[in-house]
């Protein structure tokens, strides 16, 4: 099907005036295979009053009824509902979840460790000391300490751009949008990154459908730091791609990464020789790089 391709068009005369609802499809197949969205408007006159979307990724494989059928159903529904009483539809009706109209910092920091004041947490200090010292404003998301939900898997960012989702993330979407540079803390957690901030990187999924959908895009750098108990960069194997994968998800450039091994033993990163200094260099030449492009 052809982006934005007309499905249904109804006209409909009611003692309020006239309504239109439309059925559109669009093939949104360069963003997954087979994606196709539904779109269901209802104008007053020429307003759009209310819109209900639905597309082919929503319904899982087995599904009683796809998309296409689901749109269906529902413009039959609206056309009912619309003639039966058109009152309800003479105002905007908006089923969205804006993002808030503060937040917006040049350096984002992802502590994702659940220790307040632990290796990852310190690592995340020095960064934001560091850009506040070099001029740029900067904010610690402290991540297990936010009410977070893991993603559900429901497609519904595809179809406005928002999720449906009601906790925390949002503050953080509007954060990465603006951003300018990334930084991830993490300590390696069963060779990985703690759940917490996994739950985060699989929500990020909102932006990118932002991006695909919207044509918001994230224009940020991205810098990992990471700690781990062992001693080597065995630990690290697993880490580093994972925090690769979600900034090119959205389009932000990794950098490079800063691995503090061995604090099993040594416990306290500030008892790393050169570790804060490595920190605060790879960000400092991160914020300088950038400013001169």
């Known amino acids: 099907m052809s982006e934005g391709a007309a499905e249904e068009t109804r006209m409909i005369e009611t003692p309020e005036g006239t309504f239109t609802i439309r ?7 360069y963003v997954y ?11 007053y006159g020429t307003e759009p009053v209310y819109t209900y ?10 599904s009683t009824l796809d998309a296409a059928t689901v749109a269906g159903i ?17 105002r905007k009706r908006i089923f969205t979840r804006p993002l808030p109209g503060g937040g917006v910092y040049d350096v984002v920091i992802l502590q994702g460790s659940p220790r307040r004041f632990g290796n990852s947490a310190r690592a ?21 300490e936010m009410d977070i939900r893991p993603c559900i ?32 803390c993490t300590p390696v957690y069963t060779n990985t990154v703690p ?16 991006e695909k959908i919207l044509g918001v895009r994230v224009h940020a750098r991205g810098l990992t730091i990471a700690v781990a108990g062992q001693q080597g960069r065995g630990p690290f194997a697993c880490v580093t791609p994972v925090v690769d994968a979600f900034m090119r998800n959205l389009d932000v450039q990794p950098t490079g990464a800063v691995l503090i091994d061995d604090l099993d033993r040594i416990r306290d990163i500030r008892g790393t020789r050169g570790a804060e200094d490595e920190i605060r260099s790879a960000l400092r030449a991160l914020l300088e790089s950038g400013a001169q492009e």
């Open 23 to 29: 059925l559109i499809s669009a093939d949104l197949g």
């Open 33 to 43: 295979p087979g994606l196709v969205r539904y779109t269901i408007e209802v104008l």
């Open 53 to 62: 979307a639905i597309n082919s990724y929503e319904a899982p494989p087995g």
């Open 74 to 90: 529902a413009f039959t529904r609206l056309e009912h509902d619309v003639r039966s009483r058109p009152e309800i539809y003479t």
């Open 124 to 144: 995340a200090s020095w960064c934001d000391d560091e850009a506040t010292r070099a001029g740029f404003s900067s904010k610690v998301f402290y991540i297990h």
């Open 153 to 184: 898997g429901c497609y519904v960012c595809y179809n406005q751009g928002y999720c449906p989702i009601e906790d925390d993330m949002p503050w953080i979407i509007r954060a990465i949008e603006s951003a300018s540079v990334i930084v991830v």
């Open 195 to 210: 759940s917490g901030l996994k739950a985060v990187m699989d929500r990020c999924q909102w932006l990118h459908a932002r």
